[in-house]
């Protein structure tokens, strides 16, 4: 082989070596090890929430479909009674969003939240055993002495509503109980504790067959709203005030609703 035809080959040899330094490059990091996907994965969010007892079903289902579109995002929700909540708040406690069951605890925390959106409405209905025994069908049957009748105490919303429509009806009754929340009351009732209770239409709708549901005429009746707002302690404010908003999107109003609340 003449010099000139080994100068070529050496030369394409070199050049081909050089080519292939950087596509090595891309492909190993210098351990050896495959490079990482350039693509970043999505900021890892645990938002904590808390909400109204009679949002449980149906945040959770509200929350699944929430962490579907949102990868990285995780949501706690920690239910109770409005005014549970509210005394949380106040205290400090870590968490993110607040959605009560009235506008008057969420506007009694306006130096804790930012602005609050209505995202639901609900009503109130009767729930009384499945045996239903005392024939109840209508608001005034309460006052029946020989009912047992089970409330929720005065400072939770669902007992405000139902001292609202009580007193505006001007039915006396005597509890036998009044409890901290909507689900306690429902509780009640399901175990046969108290003949009948006041708990939100939503609430006895999920309890199916395991009472009977006597409504209340609109002119009789009171409309809970259910206010959510940001928390100004949340570390994830942004994170956080997206959830919010989510909240009244179709996607969100559509489980609202076919849970039996009604529409902001």
Known sequence: MSPIMIRRRTAAAALTAALLVPLAACGKSDDGKAAADPTPAPKAVNLTVLAASSLTDVFKTAGEEYQKTHPGTKITFSFAGSQELAAQVKQGAPADALVTADTKTMDGLKAETGDATIIAKNRLVIAATKANPFKIDELKDLADTK???????????????????????????????????????????????????????????????????????????AVASYPAATLKQSKNATDAAAFVAWLSTPEAQKILQDAGFQKA
């Open 147 to 221: 009912i047992k009748v089970v409330l929720a105490a005065p400072e939770v919303p669902v007992g405000r509503y139902s001292k609202q429509i009580l007193d505006a009806q001007k039915i006396e009754v005597k509890p036998v109980s009044q409890e901290p929340n909507v689900r306690a009351v429902l509780s009640k009732v399901e175990l046969g504790e108290a003949d009948a209770g006041l708990v939100y239409k939503t609430d006895s709708a999920k309890s199916g067959d395991k009472v009977v549901t006597v409504e209340i005429p609109d002119e009789q009746n």
